[in-house]
């Protein structure tokens, strides 16, 4: 069994949250060794690994289906999902099992070893004799007593399940960036990264440009669909794959193109389709707006895209919703004098009409590379970056705490409240603090500044993300300032 695990194996097989182990870690109570740590480490801080608690085994039903090869479908059906639930309970119970008697085994053998050395050095003939009886009835004895009391043994749980993981799921890590996913059941790699909130580099999605294409530097992969770009014969033998077209058989590392900030990313022209309209207060529309599906817009969580009416309005809009569901986008429009493009969707705009997406722009991106815990402050519209950003940290799974702050319009607050509540009661380390707008004579900065200084009296350590109007955030970054948060800890966008 491997010493060391990754973060994302270790906290998968402890039953937490990658942000949480990472919590661990910075306070002390886990050591890492480049990156991984050790598996008598996570044994001691999580000792109790149960089989029959997985989440793993929950899963089965739904990638069942999706784990059998196109080509035999027809004659190497698998079995009934709890039949194969069953089964896989009971192979994981019986590699326990061997798994523990062969740790009792090496036991055995090493004390076998220290009186076998004990007895070398033994020269009389008689004391031999006797040393050997009694080492004869000790073996014996110990092995009689290991059949009738087995020691249960955690590391062979924790080797057993780990087993059963990489049977559901392959774990992906990305070089040169060191960026883990999994892949789950049979899905391509290329969607699995899309899901996990990476950025690899991608055009087409469906094998006709080779912007995917990436080189296997180990693991072993299956191609799932035909695709019509052509790699040489020099790339092949390089081990360079399209990740639209291939899925993971065993735990990879992949040498890929990765977005790692928002210069990297492609200005992007997109004929989309309106998917849905929702009227949530008098002067706010939702519009949920669908690409195709050989064309995702690529973008980071917080970014912003201009949209254009087939009548010729047009107007930059923040994107609501999480990169990880690229296909399908979310944007706010607020009514408001003078704004064609809101006016125009308030009146004309109705579902399977045709909008071009073009974007992403602006730079109000969470930092991937800090796990430290984060402050999101949203005032008035400001909430659809920040909603964007929270629902992809909560996706990756990196950051240790959020807290999100809202001076919401009231009439808004019904909708978006519900999303921010239930976001607060489904995340153990998430909290929300609504704080309704502003009052006459008072600025909404000046009110968010105080409930964060209520609760955070020194918030140094802390990373914080602000959206709103310019006067709000000056009033804001002002304030964290003054009270001790470095200026490259915050990172804001105005917005209307």
Not at 91 to 111: G, R, S, Y
């Amino acid at each position: 069994m491997h010493e060391l695990l990754s973060l994302s194996r270790a906290a998968r097989l402890a039953d937490v949250s990658r942000a949480e182990l990472q919590r661990r870690i910075r306070q002390g109570h886990i050591e890492t060794f480049e990156g991984q740590v050790a598996i008598s480490d996570l044994l001691r801080l999580y000792p109790t690994v149960r089989l029959d608690r997985d989440k793993g085994f929950e899963r089965v039903e739904s990638i069942k289906a999706a784990a059998v090869p196109r080509d035999q479908q027809s004659d190497a059906v698998l079995p009934d999902p709890q039949v194969l639930m069953s089964r896989l309970r009971s192979l994981a119970e019986v590699l326990v099992q061997k798994v523990t008697a062969l740790d009792a085994a090496e036991e055995l053998l090493d004390a076998v070893a220290e009186r076998l050395a004990a007895m070398a050095d033994c020269a009389d003939p008689g004391a031999l004799r006797s040393a050997a009886s009694e080492a004869r009835s000790w073996l014996a004895a110990e092995r009689q007593v290991r059949a009738d009391h087995p020691k249960p043994d955690t590391r062979a749980q924790l080797f057993a399940k780990d087993t059963f993981l990489r049977i559901m799921a392959a774990n992906i890590k990305i070089i040169p960036s060191g960026h883990e996913f999994f892949v789950e059941g049979t899905e391509t790699i290329l969607d699995a990264s899309v899901r996990a909130g990476l950025k690899l580099a991608y055009g087409c999605a469906s094998g006709n440009c080779g912007t995917c294409k990436a080189r296997v530097v180990s693991g072993e992969v299956w191609k799932t669909a035909d695709h019509d770009y052509v790699l040489s014969e020099r790339e092949k033998q390089m081990g360079y794959i399209l990740t639209c077209s291939n899925t993971a058989v065993t735990d990879l590392v992949l040498e890929a193109s990765e977005a790692l900030s928002t210069a990297d990313l492609p200005l992007q022209e997109i004929r989309a389709s309106v998917r849905k309209t929702e009227l949530l207060s008098d002067d706010l529309l939702l519009v949920q707006v669908q690409t195709p599906r050989t064309h995702t817009l690529r973008f980071m969580a917080g970014q912003r895209a201009r949209l254009t009416l087939e009548n010729g309005a047009s107007g930059e809009v923040h994107i609501a919703s999480c990169p990880c569901n690229g296909r399908n986008l979310q944007f706010y429009l607020r009514r408001s004098s003078g704004d064609a493009l809101a006016e125009a969707a308030f009146t004309q705009l109705a579902v399977h009409q045709m909008i071009t997406v073009t974007g992403p722009m602006g730079d109000l991106v969470l930092h991937e590379g800090a796990p430290d815990p984060a402050v999101f402050v949203a005032v008035h519209d400001g909430i659809a970056p920040i909603k964007s950003i929270l629902e992809h940290a909560v996706s990756i799974d990196l950051i240790e705490a959020f807290h999100l702050y809202w001076a919401d319009r009231g009439a808004d607050e019904h909708r978006l409240g519900n999303w921010c509540r239930a976001m607060s009661e489904s995340l153990d380390n998430f909290r929300y603090t609504p704080c309704g707008d502003a009052v006459a004579g008072e600025s909404s900065g000046a009110l968010l500044l105080s409930a964060i200084a209520a609760d955070y009296p020194d918030p140094r350590g802390m990373r914080f993300y602000l959206a709103g109007p310019e006067p709000d955030l000056k009033r804001l970054t002002e304030g964290l300032l003054a009270l001790g948060v470095d200026r490259q800890v915050i990172r804001s966008e105005v917005t209307g």
